[in-house]
Structures are given as structure tokens and as C-alpha cells.
């Protein structure tokens, strides 16, 4: 199975600050990877999909990039509604794994 | 607006089936595309996908899971469900059901996204 790590685990942010988490895959997988947002109690939300579409409705302060083994997703802004946990997820081979997850907090 | 909701028992013992249904509107499950999904997450931990099934029948299964999983499809009712066997205080997780979607249509090849879940639903296995 491909193994995804994430960096950092967890963040400390203001709002309005530029955030970036970092997602790690343990052979490449070309671009085939999401982002998803979970808020406590809540079901994940996608966020990003193929490393750096947009899904439909998601603000334009969120922003994915990268490819092979190495991705980024960049909140441009923070917002007070972004405080949350946000995991990656590979989508080139099954099973379909999650990163571990990093935890953006308020400072 | 597709919306999905999980039903089922929230505690099972040990050794017996856990059983979830997933109810769909919103949608027609029949119209195809899509690949309806089942995904954990263990109390405080991450997220562990177990597997779908598309309107036709056919099944994708985590393999760690695949012994003990069958995912089955009413589209009659426009409902999903899930059956886990031999559960142990390990399956004890909150479930989401979740529509998946591959770009290229077809998610024979490449694992779907997941962009419509559930609330959620906490299953206890416990004696």
C-alpha cells in the first residue's frame, strides 16, 4: 500500500496568516491525490481533488499544487471558519489511503 | 443537493455482524457514475476506506477488510449498506457513507474521490 505522511502534524495560525501543509507519498502518484477538511463532529469535506482542482464551491483562498511524491495545499488567507483538521488522501491505487492528518489551530 | 444518511445499531457485541445502511436522496443511485462508499475513522484517529459498491453490483474492498466485508446495493430503495463480521473492540469507529467519483468516469482503474458523505454514525463494539 502507498503510505502518505503529512507535515506538519499540527499548526498554530492567526487569522488572515498564509498556512501551507505539506503531504508526502511513498512512491509517486502523479497527481492523483486529494484534500479534504474535517471539522469536529463533522463529516470530511473535499476540498481538492487531481492535487489542484478546485471542488465546486470551495473558496478560492484554498489552493493545491504538486505531483510524484510531493503536494502542497496552501490556504492563502486563513479564515475563522478554517480552523479544522485536514487530511490527504492518494487516489492512484487501491486502497485509496489517508494521510495521518494535520490539525490547523488558532494561535 | 444529494444528501446521504447512515441507520443502523450503535452498539454490537463482539463476534456479531455490524450492519449500516446508507440511505440516499437527492439522487438516483441507479443513474450511475458514481460509486457509493463506506469509510471509517476510529475514535480521534484517521480515515480508513473500506470500500464501494457501484449501481451494477460490482464491489472494490479495502483489502485488511476484505475477509470480513460485503457491501451490498438496493436500488429500489436508493440505499447502500454495509456488513462487517467478527467485529472486535478494533471496529468500534464512527462510519461514514460517502459518494465516490472518478473524473474519467470509471473507477476501475483509479480510486474514486469522495465529494457528498454522510453525518456519520458511532458503532460500539462491546459486550
Known amino acids: 500500500d502507498i503510505q502518505l505522511t503529512q507535515s506538519p502534524s499540527f499548526l498554530s495560525a492567526s487569522v488572515g496568516d498564509r498556512v501551507t501543509i505539506t503531504c508526502r507519498a511513498s512512491?509517486?502518484?502523479?497527481?492523483?491525490l486529494a484534500w479534504y477538511q474535517q471539522k469536529p463532529g463533522k463529516a470530511p469535506k473535499l476540498l481538492i481533488y487531481?492535487?489542484?482542482t478546485l471542488q465546486s464551491g470551495v473558496p478560492s483562498r484554498f489552493s493545491g499544487s504538486g505531483s510524484g511524491t510531493e503536494f502542497t495545499l496552501t490556504i492563502s488567507s486563513l479564515q475563522p471558519e478554517d480552523f479544522a483538521t485536514y487530511y490527504c488522501?492518494?487516489?492512484?491505487?487501491?486502497?485509496?489511503?489517508f494521510g495521518p492528518g494535520t490539525k490547523v489551530d488558532i494561535k | 443537493q444529494v444528501q446521504l444518511q447512515e441507520s443502523g445499531p450503535g452498539l454490537v457485541k463482539p463476534s456479531q455482524t455490524l450492519s449500516l445502511t446508507c440511505t440516499v436522496s437527492?439522487?438516483?443511485?441507479?443513474?450511475?457514475?458514481?460509486?457509493w462508499s463506506w469509510i471509517r475513522q476510529h475514535p480521534g484517529k484517521g480515515l480508513e476506506w473500506i470500500g464501494y459498491?457501484?449501481?451494477?453490483?460490482?464491489?472494490y474492498y479495502n483489502p485488511s477488510l476484505k475477509s470480513r466485508v460485503t457491501i451490498s446495493v438496493d436500488t429500489s430503495k436508493n440505499q447502500f449498506s454495509l456488513k462487517l463480521s467478527s467485529v472486535t473492540a478494533a471496529d468500534t469507529a464512527v462510519y461514514y457513507c460517502?459518494?465516490?467519483?472518478?473524473?474519467?468516469?470509471?473507477?476501475?482503474?483509479?480510486?474514486?474521490?469522495?465529494?457528498?458523505w454522510g453525518q456519520g454514525t458511532l458503532v460500539t463494539v462491546s459486550s
Open positions: 512512491q509517486g502518484i502523479s497527481s492523483y
Open positions: 460517502a459518494r465516490g467519483y472518478c473524473s474519467g468516469g470509471s473507477c476501475y482503474s483509479f480510486p474514486p474521490s469522495n465529494d457528498y
Open positions: 488522501q492518494q487516489l492512484n491505487s487501491y486502497p485509496p489511503g
Open positions: 487531481a492535487a489542484s
Open positions: 437527492g439522487g438516483s443511485i441507479s443513474s450511475g457514475g458514481y460509486y
Open positions: 459498491i457501484y449501481y451494477s453490483g460490482s464491489t
